[in-house]
């Protein structure tokens, strides 16, 4: 069974960085894309940014590009999100993605907070 654990979320200051984690299991890792969403009151979930299967492209939301990065290992079925200069804004549940066999599978996510 697919499985999706993240984890690094927590309360820090603004202009201040975070590198979140994701470690999947349950299918083959290395020839899917993954992705990072996120989830904040008042807003639909977003599409944070997505890595090709080995890492060649990736991709970000225009309210991150330069200051996120997205990365995997695939030797290590991890995959992650490094984020600088963290906004107010960027406060969310991020969730770690992956569609696999027409189906969209989820972490429980993980909560960041950054206050001003």
């Known amino acids: 069974q697919v499985q999706l654990v993240e984890s690094g979320g927590t309360l820090v200051q603004a202009g201040g960085s975070l590198r979140l984690s994701c470690v999947a299991s349950g299918f083959d890792f290395s020839t899917y894309a993954m992705n990072w969403y996120r989830h904040s009151l008042g807003k639909e979930r977003e599409l944070v940014a997505g890595?090709?299967?080995?890492?060649?492209?990736?991709n970000y939301a225009d309210s991150v590009k330069g200051r996120f990065a997205i990365s995997r290992d695939n030797t290590r079925n991890m995959v992650y999100l490094q984020m600088n200069s963290l906004k107010p804004e960027d406060t969310a549940i991020y969730y770690c993605n992956v569609f696999y066999r027409a189906k969209e599978y989820w972490g429980k996510g993980t909560l960041v907070t950054v206050s001003s």
């Open positions: 890595i090709s299967s080995l890492g060649q492209n990736t």
